[in-house]
């Protein structure tokens, strides 16, 4: 009987990193948004805009990796 192949580790890694951003970016959105001077909506600073964008671009860009990585990602044989 043959030892199975080891999995590709970059799907992991991609579904470990969309986790990371769905739980804790709501944090850093939350935690940014209270530091202004104005600690409710909407926000009224540049860095507070910039956040939420990077956030949800990073959400976006890792969860359009998960759903097309079939499409693109070719694991070498082995």
């Known amino acids: 009987m043959k030892a199975a192949h080891p999995l590709p580790r ?16 709501p944090f850093v959105i939350v935690g940014v948004i209270r530091g202004g001077d104005s600690p409710g909506w909407p926000p009224d600073r540049p860095i507070e805009w910039v956040t939420i964008g990077l956030v949800m671009a990073l959400f976006l860009v890792l969860f359009v990796a998960c759903v097309s990585i079939r499409l693109w990602y070719r694991p070498k044989p082995r």
């Open 10 to 25: 970059l799907p992991y890694v991609l579904l470990a990193a969309m986790t990371v951003v769905s739980f804790g970016g």
